[in-house]
């Protein structure tokens, strides 16, 4: 063991540069091949903590995940298969609350949820205290451990109360936390009241979960309700089932889908495969150099080695004592690797993964990469121990051995696929800046510049009030209000009614009188909201001209039972850059309709005024009205910046890895070039005796390495518009392919080449030739 460690330094010592970047590379590739394992792991493990997960589902109408309740709960009924059912109103909305500590109130801002009683039978929860059954209580809720522990400390919780708009609440259990990879999240969870929405059974707001018995009566659930539901009944003689597509989602399946109205974190598969598909390639093109190292080795070594067989060292000892070396080196890199997660995971960087980072929570990847490892090393060391070790040591002695034109294919093809891995990665990760700077910076159709939206559920039934305070700030311009932030999700409110014989479907936006003034939005035909809309019975809509052409709309009509039809505008990007431009309408209450519901502030800054100055005015006039609560106040890019969220995200991996890639690709230039160099040395030197220079001698090298980039380059730029083509499918509104994308792939790996070849052999071309030649 000892001559084997003794040999590892000599080698490290006498090839510091070479040996730290491959031992370097290789261990950022375990460590990036880890990261993208564990988020991979956390994706599809999505739910699967759930105990009995595959028999829970979502029932699904048609392409929204929306149901009504009296619907769902007739299906709930309709099957003994089906153990228990529960409703979730899937708007996360966010509660403000206080609890009283001798007589004096602290205040809380927390996520909340609400549900139907069962719905704690249909999901598991590992309780700490209280009972399960506590949301069959109204004045009960359920919350988190850790907000247990944010408000009460280590003290019991249960059986304190709450208090906010919503009255007052007793807190009747509290759950263990849930994994990050839940669509069931940490939060406050309330009871839906008895009979809101019992009997309506056109208002979809519902998402309805089941649990069942057992896996192989999922399928006849959907025709066992069909047969005993008679939807004519409810709905009338129009009814037909071709139009109720009744279909059952498993909960883990819920993650993959892109459904209408669903809220709960998503992931593409396609997305996914890519990552494994970059894992593969950096750890494959990291072996690569690994072995191409070792191999470039040889001509250095191989002398030393024979030498020892000359003096009684047998052939299988020497061998094994190289693979052991080389597994060991392997093994090395792997233990920086884990060194290198650790420190990731403190870095601000680790929020583009979702994953937990931690080593110790994934103990099966931990362990299969140091495996990978170990098999790296092995391949790693067989082939030059073997090679080094199949001469006869005398003619080794002599200098006569060579090197064959079959290993040298070999090697430029490996070098090949590592110079096409990287230049498919960077051509990938710059269409993939390109579509998000395109999703962020492209006209929306209304102005968002100078824009400052604030969150103002606390205190909307005072909007003069506020209004007036703002705009006392000459920088302030113009102040209008919405029930939704614009441009913040991929869809809104649905709304559906009668009109003209037919039924339409379009997204909804109530705003205030005033909205489409402040966001720009000019109106085409028709006319623009008047306050006195506010004060009808049902209101008014406006409406895109996707709505227009799709029912063929006119100014004046009605839609049943709520509001007149008063003008147009053209299409406008309300939704994520995902989505087609769907029907919408812009929409003010009537009196027949909640007044006072908007829920978000939108402040038009003059221009020239000094944005920081104005935020400030902005933050103290809410204080004034609630100094308790925590406003939101933020500027609109921030709004665009959280809904491409995870493409961002998934831009900053791509490129973190295509670097990594691009970085461990010279890693392995670097080692193939010493190899050639010294291979060569005699040749150069021969070259420099009859006259070649050496700046001649660096052209050459480049050539050979420049027709390997060219034939890489042709064969990986048709296959990276595939894939990046492919992923631009996800989006309505895309990014052109600009051709110049490609050349910048190829001339940014053409340069760092080129420079690497040409540092390298710099050297050996300046050594003194006699010298050279002279070698045996």
């Known amino acids: 063991m000892k001559p084997i460690f003794k040999n590892i330094l000599n080698v490290i010592r006498r090839f510091k540069l070479a040996t730290t970047l491959n031992i370097l590379g290789l261990s950022v590739a375990f460590a990036v091949f880890m990261v993208i394992m564990m988020q991979l792991s956390y994706d599809y493990g999505f739910d699967k903590f759930q105990k009995d997960y595959d028999k829970i589902f979502r029932l699904r109408v048609s392409s929204s995940s929306l149901i009504s309740r009296p619907l769902a709960e007739s299906f709930f009924k309709s099957s003994p298969h089906i153990i228990a059912g529960t409703l979730i109103i899937p708007q996360e909305e966010t509660t403000f609350f206080y609890i009283e500590n001798k007589d004096v109130r602290n205040f809380f801002k927390e996520k909340s949820l609400t549900v ?19 949301l069959k209580s109204p004045d009960h809720v359920i919350i988190p451990l850790s907000l247990s522990r944010k408000i009460f400390g280590n003290e019991m919780s249960v059986g304190e109360q709450i208090f906010g708009e919503f009255g007052s609440r007793i807190i009747g259990a509290v759950y263990r936390d849930l994994p990050a990879n839940s669509s069931i999240v940490n939060c406050i969870y309330f009871s839906i ?34 047969l005993n539901f008679d939807g004519k009944a409810v709905y009338g003689e129009s009814f037909v089932w071709e139009r109720w597509a009744f279909n059952l989602t498993a909960l883990p399946d819920i993650h993959f889908m892109d459904e209408v109205n669903d809220n709960t974190p998503k992931a593409s598969k396609k997305v996914l495969l890519i990552l494994f598909v970059i894992a593969l390639m950096i750890i494959a093109i990291a072996a690569i150099n690994f072995i191409n190292f070792s191999t470039a080795l040889t001509p250095m070594r191989i002398k030393s080695i024979n030498t020892h067989r000359v003096l009684g060292t047998s052939r299988h000892i020497i061998r094994r004592s190289l693979v052991f070396e080389t597994v060991l080196l392997a093994l090395l890199s792997y233990f920086i690797a884990v060194f290198l997660i650790l420190l990731f995971h403190r870095l601000p960087l680790a929020r583009i993964v979702d994953a937990d980072l931690s080593v110790t929570a994934h103990p099966l990847i931990v362990c299969s990469t140091a495996l990978i490892a170990a098999f790296t090393g092995l391949l790693a060391g067989i082939y030059p121990s073997r090679y080094m070790t199949s001469f006869a040591p005398a003619m080794v002695l002599k200098g006569s051995y060579g090197f064959s034109h079959k290993g040298k294919k070999i090697r430029n093809t490996l070098i090949g696929i590592q110079f096409f891995a990287s230049f498919a990665l960077i051509i990938c990760a710059s269409f993939m800046y390109l579509q998000n700077r395109f999703m962020q910076n492209s006209f929306l159709g209304y102005d968002k510049d100078n824009m400052i939206v604030v969150d103002i559920w606390q205190i909307r039934n005072s909007q003069d009030a506020y209004t007036n305070q703002l705009k006392s700030f000459s920088g302030i311009d113009e102040v209008s209000y919405s029930e939704f932030l614009l441009s913040s999700a991929d869809k809104y409110m649905s709304w559906g009614g009668p009109y003209k014989g037919e039924v339409l479907g379009f997204q909804c936006i109530p705003v205030d009188y005033n909205f489409l003034k402040v966001m720009g939005i000019k109106i085409t035909e028709g006319r623009d909201f008047r306050q006195e809309d506010s004060n009808k019975q049902t209101g008014a809509f406006i409406y895109n001209e996707t709505a227009r052409k799709k029912y063929n709309l006119e100014i004046g009509s009605k839609i049943e039972s709520a509001g007149e039809i008063i003008g147009f505008i053209h299409d406008i ?11 919408m309408a812009f929409y003010v209450r009537g009196l027949e309709f909640m007044q006072q519901n908007q829920y978000y502030a939108y402040i038009k800054v003059k221009k020239g005024t000094n944005l920081r100055v104005a935020m400030s005015h902005i933050h103290a006039t809410f204080a004034k009205f609630d100094s308790n609560y925590q406003f939101e106040v933020r500027f609109f890019d921030e709004v665009l910046q959280r809904l491409y969220e995870k493409e961002i995200s998934l ?29 060569r040395r005699k040749e150069i030197g021969i070259r420099k005796v009859l006259g070649a220079s050496t700046f001649g001698i660096i052209i050459m090298f480049n ?17 990276a518009w595939y894939a990046v083509h492919r992923w631009l499918e996800n989006f309505a509104f895309k990014t052109p392919m600009y051709w110049y994308v490609y050349l910048l792939a190829f001339f940014t790996v053409a340069i760092i080449t080129a420079c690497t070849v040409t540092f390298q052999n710099w050297r050996v071309a300046n050594d003194d030739p006699v010298k050279a030649i002279k070698i045996e």
């Open 116 to 134: 139907s009683p069962e719905f704690t039978d249909v999901f598991d929860f590992d309780f700490v205290y209280g009972s399960e059954n506590v």
């Open 193 to 226: 009241k008895e009979n809101l929405d019992k009997a309506s059974w056109n208002i979809s707001n519902y998402h309805a979960y089941l649990r069942i018995d057992h896996l192989s009566n999922a399928p006849q659930l959907v025709e066992n309700f069909k």
């Open 573 to 583: 990007n309300f939704s994520s850059f995902r989505m087609e431009i769907m029907p």
């Open 651 to 679: 831009n900053s991996l791509i490129s973190l890895f295509s670097m990594i890639a691009i970085f461990i690709s010279i890693v392995g230039v670097f080692g193939l070039v010493v190899f050639d160099s010294e291979c």
């Open 703 to 719: 050539k050979i390495y420049l027709r390997i980039l060219m034939i890489c380059f042709v064969i990986a730029a048709p296959l």
